[in-house]
């Protein structure tokens, strides 16, 4: 998408997880480009009590402790995304909020193409044992996984994905061609292997197709190179639900008091 800057919101209990990547390289160009947005919120900023509490022990016993569904309605409220019964606003339109999820279906190269078409994107990250069930149900529009393993926190997650989406935002890259022969590029074939000089190191050669100079030959070395073994299955067998758990940098005001 050309000429508008893609906006993405962050809610969580540690901001300070956010700087460091985002502010580096090609998305903290793109921000002083003013291709990417950036706002990173305090969740315990909408705390059920004065003293920042955000989870509470789970409903029918169990280990840890579960987030709950107020703080993250509040804050979409203030955000003027939803309305107090979970419905989208009108100023949610172009906007997706995103729950990183233990069950959400597995974030692909498809899903990054999908969400940049998108002017907004809200990621709501998880911790503790997880986030109150109703919080995916009538305040999300997805929960999104990226990939069957545990993790302390949804902060990467959110991070990998916005990395994903980003660069595929008009402007972002140097070379938005590149984009075009990437991995996964068209759901089913991953890039193919790279080389550079020197042609030898410590024995370790070139394939001498690439250096033949026959243009017609190399790229088909470089498809069946993409395709390989087993590469196209790989995405649909692995897209279904997961059991992960899932200006520069600008941190949002303290919302005002009620």
Same mark, same amino acid.
């Given at each position: 998408?050309? *000429?508008?800057?893609?906006?993405?919101?962050?809610?969580?209990?540690?901001?300070?997880?956010?700087?460091?990547?985002?502010?580096?390289?090609?998305?903290?160009?793109?921000?002083?480009?003013?291709?990417?947005?950036?706002?990173?919120?305090?969740?315990? =900023?909408?705390?059920? =009590?004065?003293? *920042? %509490?955000?989870?509470?022990?789970?409903? *029918?016993?169990?280990?840890?402790?579960?987030?709950?569904?107020?703080?993250?309605?509040?804050?979409?409220?203030?955000?003027?995304?939803?309305? !107090?019964?979970?419905?989208?606003?009108?100023?949610?339109?172009?906007?997706?909020?995103?729950?990183?999820?233990? !069950?959400? /279906?597995?974030?692909?190269?498809?899903?990054?193409?999908?969400?940049? =078409?998108?002017?907004?994107?809200?990621?709501? #990250?998880?911790?503790?044992?997880?986030?109150?069930?109703?919080?995916?149900? %009538?305040?999300?529009?997805?929960?999104?996984?990226?990939?069957?393993?545990?993790?302390?926190? *949804?902060?990467?997650?959110?991070?990998?994905?916005?990395?994903?989406?980003?660069?595929?935002? %008009?402007?972002?890259?140097?070379?938005?061609?590149?984009?075009?022969?990437?991995?996964?590029?068209?759901?089913? /074939?991953?890039?193919?292997?790279?080389?550079?000089?020197?042609?030898?190191? #410590?024995?370790?050669?070139?394939?001498?197709?690439?250096?033949?100079?026959?243009?017609?030959?190399?790229?088909?070395?470089?498809?069946?190179?993409?395709?390989? =073994?087993?590469?196209?299955? /790989?995405?649909?067998?692995?897209?279904?639900?997961?059991? %992960?758990?899932?200006?520069?940098?600008?941190?949002?005001? !303290?919302?005002?008091?009620?």
């Amino acid at each position: 998408m050309k *000429g508008k800057s893609l906006r993405v919101d962050f809610l969580s209990l540690f901001p300070e997880m956010f700087p460091g990547y985002l502010n580096a390289s090609i998305l903290g160009r793109a921000q002083q480009t003013g291709r990417l947005e950036i706002v990173v919120h305090q969740l315990r =900023d909408w705390a059920v =009590d004065q003293y *920042g %509490h955000v989870d509470d022990r789970p409903f *029918g016993g169990g280990v840890g402790m579960v987030m709950m569904i107020e703080p993250f309605q509040k804050a979409l409220m203030d955000l003027k995304l939803r309305k !107090k019964n979970g419905e989208p606003t009108v100023a949610a339109k172009k906007t997706r909020i995103i729950l990183t999820s233990a !069950k959400g /279906t597995l974030f692909t190269q498809a899903d990054a193409q999908r969400l940049a =078409d998108y002017d907004r994107l809200v990621f709501l #990250c998880g911790r503790y044992e997880g986030v109150d069930e109703r919080v995916a149900t %009538h305040l999300v529009d997805e929960e999104l996984s990226i990939g069957p393993y545990v993790m302390t926190g *949804g902060e990467l997650a959110s991070l990998v994905m916005t990395d994903a989406v980003a660069r595929l935002r %008009h402007g972002v890259l140097g070379k938005e061609q590149s984009l075009q022969e990437e991995s996964w590029s068209d759901g089913e /074939t991953r890039e193919y292997p790279q080389y550079s000089r020197p042609e030898e190191f #410590c024995g370790w050669k070139v394939p001498s197709i690439l250096l033949s100079g026959n243009h017609a030959a190399i790229a088909r070395w470089r498809r069946e190179q993409s395709l390989g =073994d087993g590469v196209r299955s /790989t995405v649909s067998n692995l897209r279904q639900p997961q059991s %992960h758990l899932t200006k520069q940098l600008r941190i949002s005001p !303290k919302p005002p008091k009620k």
